[in-house]
């Protein structure tokens, strides 16, 4: 069974930091690109950084650039997102979606998602 899991969400103060992680099973992520999404309340899903299977990685939102880093470990088969510097309007749940070799920035070309895990910053 194909599966991503998301974990490392929680409650940050603004300025704070946090890594969320996405576990992959049943498949090698590392053939995959998996991309970083995130939606806030009354928002729609948004991109928000990818890593193509060659490892290459790609911010998609501009208000992350500088903050947030995706890299991969595939001796775990898992893909992290570093958030730094977090701001109030980071506050969303933050999604994990594998996509066959290359990113892409419609949701709707991702094969499959995890569950979501929530990040909310507030002081």
């Known amino acids: 069974q194909l599966r991503l899991v998301e974990s490392g969400g929680g409650l940050v103060q603004p300025g704070g930091s946090l890594r969320l992680s996405c576990a992959a099973s049943g498949f090698r992520s590392y053939d995959y690109a998996i991309g970083w999404f995130r939606q806030a309340p009354g928002k729609e899903r948004e991109g928000v950084s990818c890593i193509k299977n060659s490892g290459v990685s790609s911010n998609s939102a501009d208000s992350v650039k500088g903050r947030f880093t995706i890299s991969r470990d595939n001796a775990k088969n898992t893909v992290y997102l570093q958030m730094n510097s977090l701001k109030p309007e980071d506050t969303a749940v933050y999604y994990c979606?594998?996509?066959?070799?290359?990113?892409?920035?419609?949701?709707?070309?991702?094969?499959?998602w995890g569950q979501g895990t929530r990040v909310t910053v507030s002081s």
């Open positions: 979606a594998a996509r066959a070799y290359d990113c892409s920035g419609d949701v709707s070309e991702y094969d499959f």
